[in-house]
């Protein structure tokens, strides 16, 4: 009887759980294969309740794109190695954040910026830098305990 009951509590939670799941809007699928018609092994996840997230290979590369649910893309990520950052770019971290040991690497394309997004640790502290191309720092914030740059 006891077990009947655990399994019958456990059956109503997943159900409850499986109905709160936030169903994806035709508008953003729409828009992701207009955007990306080659993309490859599609996952999608709700990041936050005005965003939704694609992460998916483009060419063999991992990359990530984020639309609200209207369908209008937001910004597409995708990652690289800190090799593959252009010179301007990895002489700006050499110079303003020296000692610092790079993470994650993206290049990172939205309406509001084009360039690159990077961590950076040194000791207990984390960073997150946006810089252009050219190599001019954009953007710096500090990352919270256990937190990425996503």
């Given at each position: 009887?006891?077990?009947?009951?655990?399994?019958?509590?456990?059956?109503?939670?997943?159900?409850c759980a499986h109905a709160q799941k936030a169903v994806l809007p035709n508008a953003v699928v729409d828009a992701f294969s207009q955007k990306f018609p080659n993309a490859q092994k599609v996952r999608w996840n709700q990041e936050e309740a005005?965003?939704?997230?694609?992460?998916f290979y483009l060419n063999g590369t991992e990359t990530s794109a984020s639309f609200?649910?209207?369908?209008?893309w937001?910004?597409?990520?995708?990652?690289?190695?800190?090799?593959?950052?252009?010179a301007a770019v990895k002489n700006t971290l050499d110079s303003q954040f020296a000692g610092y040991k790079t993470g994650e690497v993206a290049i990172i394309d939205s309406p509001?910026?084009?360039?690159?997004?990077i961590e950076l640790r040194k000791k207990e502290q984390a960073l997150e830098v946006q810089v252009t191309k050219e190599g001019v720092l954009k953007h710096k914030r500090?990352?919270?305990?256990?937190?990425?740059n996503d």
């Open positions: 009887m006891k077990t009947t009951f655990v399994l019958l509590a456990f059956l109503g939670m997943s159900l005005d965003e939704w997230e694609a992460e609200n649910p209207a369908g209008s937001l910004e597409t990520e995708t990652e690289i190695s800190r090799r593959s950052l252009p509001a910026f084009s360039g690159y997004e500090m990352l919270k305990d256990g937190e990425d």
